[in-house]
């Protein structure tokens, strides 16, 4: 595939058009295809737009934590972004988008297995995520960030240490007084698709002891849990 057709087709991937497509190729330019090309030939390469993507995609998820889930610690926080742009999670992602497939690499890079390579893998969608910021500004990074990153980001947040324990630790307080499981109910669902908030109680004996509202069904859930247990605790301390 020729660099034309793969600026195209990976516009069509990321599902955002470039003003200024050079961007985009410079993104994909990895400096050992650079050091291959003649000195007045020479592209640049991608690892000023990497460290532009690495910053700003730091701040995408950071603000995106902080919003989705107020009770999280600064280290929860810390720790599901540091997951999310860890050379493996980034290179889970940039294989969603097929980028090794686009990718201007030096003949030796590429024998070596470089498309392969999680590293590579990382970095390249840094780069992509950085020139589609100098590109289009915020606003465009924003929109293709959180198709890519905020199912992840919801997830992580529901399956953090904290509130992951809140609904298997709420059930086990209610079996050792002898009491029956609880029962979690969908009150309502609003927001776009892309944008869905889900509002959950939970009920114990038939009493609401807990609500939760969250970007997944499952965080709401954890999130009512976790209210009920601190609710049931207090109960038990009286």
Known sequence: MDITSAIAALQERLDYRFNDPMLLKTALTHKSFRNEQPADMA???????EFLGDAVLDLFIGERLYEIEPSLTEGEMTRVRAELVSEVGLARVSRTLQLGEYLLLGRGERKSGGPGKDSLQANTLEAVIGAIFRDGGWQALTTVAARLFLPLIIDSVAQSADSADSKSRLQELLQAQGKKPPEYRLIE????????RYRVEVLIDGQRAGFGSGRSKKLAQQVAAREALLNVQKLCDE
Do not use: A, K, Q, V
């Open 189 to 196: 669902t609003e927001g776009p698709d892309h944008d869905r």
């Open 43 to 49: 592209p640049d390469d991608n690892e000023r737009l």
